[in-house]
Nanobody
Framework: EVQLVESGGGLVQPGGSLRLSCAAS????????IVWFRQGPVKEREGISC????????YYSDSVKGRFTVSTDNTKNTVFLQMNSLKPDDTAVYYC??????????????????????WGQGTQVTVSS
């Protein structure tokens, strides 16, 4: 059974940090890219980062570049999203999705590319004082 399980969300003050995890099982992890999306209140789902498990190549949206870092531990089939300098605007449910192959060079953040792929259930991140 294919599973993606996100964890690590919670309540944090502005300027704080959190590390999210996306634990994968049921498929050959090294052959997939893991994409992070988020959906804030009354906002559309936004692609924020992608990492290719095969070669570690990474992509970031402008909204998180320089503050978030994605990494992978292939021995544990887990992808991490280190989030620093958090802002209230980062408040959202964060999801990971798995896509065969490396991160798409173009439109890696296009949700429609992953409609038929594996998704986790999401983890809530709230940034508030």
């Amino acid at each position: 059974e294919v599973q993606l399980v996100e964890s690590g969300g919670g309540l944090v003050q502005p300027g704080g940090s959190l590390r999210l995890s996306c634990a994968a099982s049921g498929f050959t992890f090294d052959d997939y890219a893991i994409v992070w999306f988020r959906q804030g209140p009354v906002k559309e789902r936004e692609g924020i980062s992608c990492i290719s498990s095969s070669d570690g190549s990474t992509y970031y949206s402008d909204s998180v570049k320089g503050r978030f870092t994605v990494s992978t531990d292939n021995t544990k089939n887990t992808v991490f999203l280190q989030m620093n300098s958090l802002k209230p605007d980062d408040t959202a449910v964060y999801y990971c999705a798995a896509d065969p192959g490396p991160c798409p060079d173009m439109d890696w953040d296009d949700e429609s590319l992953y409609e038929d792929e594996y998704w986790g259930q999401g983890t809530q991140v709230t940034v508030s004082s």
